[in-house]
């Protein structure tokens, strides 16, 4: 489901790229993902869409259809006709569909890993989420937690299986899927005006140079070079 070369540590120590959010949805529900990567692959149903793409314009001017609701009247007894032309007969009649787990609706969510606060809260992008004290003297602080947004708007935290806290959908609500994982988002949307950017320190007085050492006018590494010295030396 993922095709980016990134790797988390968590990932590179389980082996395997963590799937995207439907990716997850699709493992929960045992669905195996098949990405068409080839016209062919696609073929049927593009071929359904050109179908209705020609034939339903050709039936709403049959019908003299010019309005949304008028069109939206007219699908069933279109869909009706259109089995009868391409329908055909299963070749067995045993159903092959699943029943629904029981928790479907935490299923089809949004999930988000955070680690719990000193005030036993998470947070989320616009939302913060209290988790009732289960003991006296059990605290959440610094457990690794999943937060999910369902579709209805309803924030759960999960240790594992087990529900820690379940927050009511606010008043206006629309599931998307939120950038970042740090705890450090804040809350509030508004932007907050930056602090005045700090003055530069002065730079330091650079120290003075020491004078190089170097020998007097009678030092012996000042005299010329004399041929006749090294000539004698070796006679001797």
């Known amino acids: 489901m993922r095709s980016d070369k990134h790797w988390s540590l968590e990932e590179e120590l389980e082996g395997r790229q963590r799937p995207t959010q439907f990716g997850q949805m699709l493992e929960e529900l045992g669905i195996r993902y098949i990405p068409a990567g080839s016209p062919e692959a696609k ?8 179908t209705f793409q020609d ?5 709403f001017a049959l ?20 089995r009868g032309w391409f ?21 089809l969510a949004c ?18 989420i209290q988790i009732p004290p289960r003991y006296p003297e059990r605290s959440f602080h ?9 579709l209805d708007g309803r924030a759960l935290v999960l240790l594992g299986d087990e529900v820690l806290a379940e927050q009511p959908s606010p008043s206006s609500f629309t599931l998307e899927p939120r950038n970042g994982s740090s705890d450090k988002r804040r809350l509030s949307t508004t932007p907050k005006s930056r602090p005045p950017r ?19 006018e009678g030092h012996p590494w000042r005299r010329p070079y004399d041929p006749t010295l090294l000539a004698a030396k070796s006679g001797a």
């Open 87 to 107: 329908g055909r007969r299963a070749r067995e009649n045993t159903p092959a569909w699943r029943a629904a787990p029981a928790h479907l609706d935490r299923i």
């Open 55 to 59: 034939r339903l314009t050709a039936e």
């Open 198 to 216: 700090e003055a530069l320190p002065e730079p330091k007085p650079q120290r003075s140079r020491k004078p190089p050492n170097r020998p007097a």
């Open 43 to 50: 073929g049927r149903i593009e071929r359904l869409w050109r």
């Open 111 to 128: 999930r988000y890993e955070r680690v719990v606060a000193r005030d036993n809260t998470v947070s989320i992008e616009g939302r913060l």
């Open 63 to 82: 019908h003299g259809i010019t309005t949304p609701e008028a069109a939206e009247a007219y699908l069933p007894r279109f869909y009706a006709r259109f």
């Open 142 to 150: 610094r457990c690794r937690v999943e937060v999910r947004e369902l």
